[in-house]
């Protein structure tokens, strides 16, 4: 292993090195430009490829279709961006395509201001494309999380043949930390699964884990790869039948995983535990300082912080603190709020939300949380 100290974006970029990355397609756009940057001057050595394409809606594609090849991908954007690659997450979903896709979130709507932070692309990482679909999303607040939740979201993809999100911020891209470098055999990296022999291949036939193996393009195999509604074979199947298995295939292969898609950490959390602050990202960051600070005041707090955004386990959840008030803290209106209000429906759920261009202070996060406490 090596040592180093770095930020949050060149730890993305490492993460996916380290777990196999061999393409990039991207396009320039702050404040998640650097990862871009750096991988272009590393990756090619390494046998990869990056290439800057015209937009974000062909980087996108173009890691989709490089995927195909039997290759690792990945693409790196912000908000804006982000919008711009929906048709192709869907795309992804529905041709169950291994993809990483980096959300680097900024402020906003529209341009926003570019160079300052925000946690508002919550519910668009969730809900980005039209249909019914689960795409896993991973939220890290450090240096070394982002590179080890980049490595996961690399494991996911190709464990379920999803496209996965990393939702990082502005904050967590410039911010520069200690950072661990695994030496290969250091860490467990999945690989994907391809059918064997070659011939004519059925890319949509599930094994029993209801993940199909993927034939690769080049390598022998007779397949089509088909967007619309379809058969194990990919041809199009416009019926009810064909239409409930496959899109119940797609959900459940996701959700029968939560035990390795989810993840959190809770901090203090005993029986005793009064009331809970739950919050995710670099805003958890400044969370957990506000919950000691509380606790040195007398408050018996605890805190729950989410690696995990989509999907959430609701029964971990549940057994996680048996705390009676719940405090959601986040860098929006209150977007996570809304699933952890339904999850907690036995307790007492309140939204924190702060908007705040830069990384909420000790105070602010105090003064919102306090009127619940």
Request: glycine content about 6%; aromatic content about 10%.
């Amino acid at each position: 292993m090596k040592k180093t100290f770095t930020s949050g974006n060149i730890a993305i970029a490492e993460g996916a090195i380290t777990a196999g990355l061999k393409f990039y397609a991207g396009y320039p756009i702050t404040p998640s430009s650097e990862i871009m940057e750096y991988l272009a001057e590393k990756l090619p050595k390494l046998n990869g490829v990056v290439v800057q394409m015209e937009d974000e809606i062909a980087s996108i594609n173009a890691a989709i279709g490089a995927s195909w090849t039997g290759v690792k991908s990945m693409t790196a954007t912000s908000g804006p961006g982000f919008s711009l690659m929906a048709e192709a997450i869907g795309l992804a979903v529905i041709t169950e395509t291994p993809l990483v896709i980096v959300d680097v979130m900024r402020a906003g709507p529209s341009t926003g201001v570019p160079t300052k932070t925000s946690q508002s692309d919550v519910l668009q990482a969730r809900w980005l494309a039209h249909g019914d679909y689960i795409v896993p999303c991973y939220t890290p607040w450090s240096v070394q999380e982002a590179y080890d939740l980049t490595i996961k979201a690399f494991n996911t993809a190709e464990l379920l043949r999803t496209p996965v999100i990393v939702l990082s911020d502005a904050v967590m891209a410039h911010l520069w930390e200690p950072l661990t470098i695994y030496d290969q055999g250091e860490v467990d990296i999945v690989e994907r699964k391809i059918p064997k022999g070659v011939g004519i291949a059925l890319p949509y036939k599930p094994d029993p884990d209801l993940v199909p193996p993927m034939p690769i393009f080049g390598k022998g195999y007779k397949t089509i790869v088909e967007s619309l509604t379809h058969d194990e074979r990919g041809y199009y199947a416009p019926h009810d039948n064909n239409y409930r298995a496959l899109i119940n295939r797609l959900n459940m292969k996701i959700l029968k995983r939560l035990d390795y898609i989810f993840d959190y950490e809770t901090y203090n959390c005993t029986s005793e535990c009064h009331y809970m602050l739950l919050s995710y990202g670099s805003t958890a960051r400044v969370t957990y300082i506000a919950m000691l600070e509380l606790r040195r005041r007398g408050y018996n707090v605890c805190m729950l912080r989410l690696k995990t955004l989509w999907p959430l386990d609701r029964e971990r959840l549940i057994s996680s603190c048996r705390a009676r008030k719940i405090v959601v803290v986040e860098n929006n209106i209150g977007k996570i709020y809304m699933d952890i209000d339904r999850v907690f429906k036995d307790r007492e759920v309140y939204s924190a939300p702060i908007l705040s261009l830069e990384l909420p202070s000790l105070r602010e996060i105090i003064e919102v949380v306090s009127i619940w406490l």
